[in-house]
Nanobody, 124 residues
């Protein structure tokens, strides 16, 4: 059982930056692909980004390409999402996710473990 705890959300002005962090409980963390999803009010949970267990490959939804960067530190059991040039439409609850298959990480059904989320409440 992998427990994931997100942090780093908060209010930020349009065009600003935030870095979300996700701490994993398991030492087997390094064997999982990791990802981030987000859910805006009244909408479904959508894929944002994923990274392979080694960090060698990453994938982003088109709407965040060039603005968001996912990374991981297996020694610290951490995964990060650096978010730059934030837009009002980035407002959402952001979830950290872990899964066995990198290729399936873009789908909620491909996620084995979820965090409880950290809120990015929108730009002021």
């Amino acid at each position: 059982q992998v427990q994931l705890v997100e942090s780093g959300g908060g209010l930020v002005q349009a065009g600003g930056s935030l870095r979300l962090s996700c701490a994993a409980s398991e030492r087997t963390f390094s064997s999982y692909a990791m990802g981030w999803f987000r859910q805006a009010p009244g909408k479904e949970r959508d894929f944002v980004s994923a990274i392979t267990w080694s960090g060698s490959s990453t994938y982003y939804v088109d709407s965040v390409k060039g603005r968001f960067t996912i990374s991981r530190d297996n020694a610290k059991q951490m995964v990060y999402l650096q978010m730059n040039s934030l837009k009002p439409e980035d407002t959402a609850l952001y979830y950290c996710a872990a899964g066995r298959s990198y290729g399936n990480m873009r789908y909620p059904s491909g996620v084995d473990y979820w965090g409880k989320g950290t809120l990015v409440p929108g730009s002021s």
